[in-house]
């Protein structure tokens, strides 16, 4: 294997893996998806073959993840009994907190946006609040299932650099 290009390799799967666990907490970003690029780098540039199976394997689990973390907190609103304006309220709520208050605001955005949402709508505060509190736990849902499948991605990523190079 030529030093050069497995350098390369390693340097730009662990740029990738990183973006990705950015991306678990980002919701701009794909996490798992960008981590599953820092396999693919080792596989192409030869410093590791994975095999065909836990490529599939690896490869699905972060397709299916980033579905489900668009799907999760529109769960979550309907529920805790929460409408259409409550869905939307919590998506903008993640993607404004995002950038008024980070980090904080990626937490309390859906929270406060699907509360934002129901209240728009003219719908009481108490069904406000439970639907912002089925945003937030499918928000916190979806970035536990990111981070636990980023994880296993960054441990076949480092399994793979190590036994590459020695």
Do not use: W
């Not at 693919?40 to 490869?59: A, E, R």
């Not at 999760?72 to 939307?88: D, M, N, Q, Y």
């Not at 955005?109 to 439970?130: D, H, R, T, V």
């Not at 639907?131 to 979806?142: I, M, N, P």
């Amino acid at each position: 294997m030529d030093l050069v290009l497995s350098t390369v390799g390693i340097a730009v799967g662990f740029a990738a893996l990183v973006a990705g666990l950015a991306g678990c907490v980002l919701p701009v970003l794909p996490g798992p998806p960008i981590a599953f690029l820092s396999l693919l780098c080792l596989q192409f540039t030869g410093v590791y073959d994975y095999g065909v199976v836990p490529l599939v394997v690896l490869g699905g689990l972060s397709l299916l993840i980033t579905i489900l973390d668009n799907v999760l907190p529109v769960c979550g609103i309907k529920r805790s009994g929460g409408s259409k304006a409550g869905i939307l309220g919590g998506m903008v709520g993640v993607a404004v907190g995002l950038f008024i208050f980070p980090p904080f605001g990626i937490i309390l955005g859906p929270l406060l946006g699907g509360m934002a949402g129901e209240l728009i709508a003219g719908n009481s505060g108490k069904q406000a609040f439970k639907s912002g509190v089925g945003s937030f736990l499918g928000f916190v849902v979806g970035t536990l299932f990111k981070t636990a499948v980023t994880a296993v991605i960054a441990g076949f990523f480092v399994y793979g650099a190590i036994h590459g190079l020695f």
